[in-house]
DNA sequence: GTCTATATCAAGATAGAC
DNA sequence: GTCTATCTTGATATAGAC
């Protein structure tokens, strides 16, 4: 009832290739290098997927029904609440989803002209925006991208684990980004 | 007097490379790209530098010298001063260099296997040591990271100037890092 | 010091066998 | 569903003219 002995090769390709992607970046990626790690040739990858792009394309696919996820639930609260959750919900996405989040926040950027990244990138303005609480200072909206930024880029490297991360994540954007008196400890 | 009315034609690919490798990617820049930008041919890239990667070098040696002064200048104080001074230091370095910043940040550390970048990374970790006032708490050396990183990634794209990011970069960092009750506020 | 070739190689992608 | 060719393109780099 495990059901992990073996996992498709679709899968498994995915999570090869989101790993390398985030490592060394989409064109720094062959289809080669996806193949031999995944123990097969490069036309039963182009099987799978209809080219390389395809491939980036489930996987930011996966990061973004995440993100909207986490926006419905961000709905209909009021700043300071939706900035907390925002904080909390957003560590542990990021967590959970390490290599698409940074395929979002370093890969994707790169693709401006891709229309269909436009929603994911909106997404991700949307939620730096809850985090800022809405405000229109500059310093402010910094602050939520470099937050964002380095919480996304750290959380890359397999050197930590999550457990280890989750606390010290969510301490320093509480620390960086929280402006009300309240809640800055725990 | 001013000396900018022509710049040589080695220090404009530099400075055309910097840009491109900042935003996207090593791999992702081709000479014809820098080539096309610079206005001049592969093959005058070529006689100006060895191969791509020499202007790869050529440029991190540039940050790597500037980090060199920074953690010169640092040397001697104790702990609490050496973070602060650290922290201001570091953003002012960001600012002067964005791309050069940038480049040791997110492409050097894809190139593990090249000793030439070893004492560049050598420093970058000396540094993020200073700013944490060389707390063993990986929760601190986790936050040290994700700043610093945040900062970088901030600084690269062109939508805020120098004079907007300093103060901010300055106070988020600040409030993030900084644990003794002084300070937390200019 | 810069350009016009051109060599060489690896990448993404396709066709068709098994 | 996967493999063995093979095609096409574009990249780095070299040689030699100007």
Known sequence: MVRMVRVSTRD????????????????GTSLQDIAVEVGCSKAALLYHFAGKEQILLALVATAEAALTGLLADLDGLDAPAAQAL????????????????????EVVPQFHSEPAFGTVLAEA?????????GSEDPAAIIAAQTVLHGIVN?????????????????????????????HDKD
Chains 1, 2 share one sequence.
Not at 12 to 26: C, D, K, P, S
Not at 86 to 105: G, K, Q, S, T
Request: charged share 30%; aromatic share 8%; hydrophobic share 55%.
């Open 12 to 27: 498994e390709i995915l999570r090869v290739a989101g790993e390398q992607f985030a490592r060394v970046g989409f064109k």
């Open 86 to 105: 925002a904080i909390e919900r957003f560590v542990d996405l990021v967590l959970e989803f390490r290599r698409e989040a940074a395929l979002v926040y």
């Open 125 to 133: 303005d949307k939620l730096c925006v809850l985090i800022t609480a």
């Open 154 to 182: 750290v959380a890359i490297d397999d050197k930590w684990d999550a457990a280890e991360l989750r606390p010290a994540l969510l301490r320093v954007a509480r620390r960086a980004l929280i402006t009300t008196p309240h």
